[in-house]
C-alpha cells in the first residue's frame, strides 16, 4: 500500500509527530543512541521490517556498536547495556506489549530510577506509532531507509 499516496494529511501529521518525539528525547537529554536501542527493540517486536532496518542503520550512525545493535533482541542475557538501558529497554517492551497487562508498575519504578518525568515521556513517545503503520501495510521497503 503507498500509505503517505492514501493519507498524504495523516503522513505528514505521523511525521511532524515523530519530530516531535525525537525533540521531547533530545530536551529530555536522553541520549540518542538508547532512543535508537529503544525504537529498535520496538520495531522487532512489531514485526516492522523496514522499522527495525532503520533504527539499525540510525543507532550504528549515533556511534553505538554492533555488538550492542545485534544483541538488543536479547538484551536480558546480553552483557553490554547499563541498568538504566535495561530499564528503558524493559519499559519499551512493556509499552509494546501492553495488550498483555498494560505496564507494570514495578517497570515504571524501575525506569523511574534511572529517569526522570520528562525523559520517561521521551522514552513513552519514542516507540510504536510508526511501527504500526509500517508492519500492517508494508508501505515502507526494507533496506530502503539511508541515514
Not at 498524504?8 to 525525537?22: E, H, I, K, N, W
Not at 506509532?129 to 508501505?139: D, E, H, L, P
Request: charge should be negative; hydrophobic fraction near 50%; include cysteine.
Amino acid at each position: 500500500m503507498d500509505f503517505e499516496g492514501a493519507a498524504p494529511g495523516f503522513a505528514r501529521a505521523m511525521a511532524a509527530l515523530d519530530r516531535a518525539a525525537v525533540a521531547q528525547a533530545d530536551e529530555a537529554g536522553l541520549d540518542r543512541k538508547l532512543r535508537e536501542l529503544v525504537r529498535l527493540r520496538a520495531s522487532q517486536l512489531n514485526g516492522c521490517a523496514y522499522c527495525v532496518d532503520m533504527h539499525a542503520k540510525d543507532a550504528r550512525e549515533a556511534g553505538d556498536d554492533n555488538e550492542r545493535i545485534d544483541s538488543v533482541s536479547v538484551w536480558r542475557e546480553a552483557l553490554f547495556y547499563s541498568d538504566a538501558e535495561r530499564a528503558a529497554l524493559e519499559l519499551s517492551e512493556a509499552i509494546t506489549l501492553c495488550s498483555e497487562g498494560h505496564v507494570p508498575e514495578a517497570v515504571w519504578e524501575a525506569a523511574a530510577v534511572h529517569y526522570k518525568p520528562a525523559a520517561l515521556a521521551g522514552l513513552v513517545v519514542a516507540v510504536n506509532a510508526w511501527n504500526r503503520i509500517g508492519a500492517s501495510t508494508r508501505a515502507f521497503l526494507a533496506g530502503s531507509y539511508k541515514p
